[in-house]
């Protein structure tokens, strides 16, 4: 993300991101004074803006789904290997 701030106000650019319940709070530069800015404009990244990608996976469940498909590839052969 880019949060760009000057005379005519804050924007706010998300690129393709997903934010979870609560994340907004942990994020330092969208705060001050103790509250999140105001933001005058959001310009976002719609990528998965269609009807097939309205229930976007959690991260954690991504997360489980790589694990899964890296042990079952390194499980096959002491030659598969995964870098990282």
């Known amino acids: 993300?880019?949060?760009?701030?000057?005379?005519?106000?804050?924007?706010?650019?998300?690129?393709?991101f997903r934010l979870a319940q609560g994340e907004a709070a942990r994020m330092e530069l969208l705060h001050s004074g103790g509250r999140i800015k105001d933001i005058q404009s959001v310009y976002l990244d719609t990528t998965?803006?269609?009807?097939?990608?309205?229930?976007?996976?959690?991260?954690?469940?991504?997360?489980?789904?790589?694990?899964?498909?890296?042990?079952?590839?390194?499980?096959?052969?002491?030659?598969h290997v995964v870098w990282l």
């Open 1 to 16: 993300m880019f949060l760009f701030q000057g005379n005519n106000g804050t924007v706010l650019y998300t690129g393709d």
């Open 48 to 79: 998965f803006c269609d009807p097939r990608f309205y229930q976007i996976p959690s991260r954690e469940e991504c997360l489980s789904g790589i694990l899964e498909l890296v042990r079952s590839w390194i499980t096959r052969s002491p030659y």
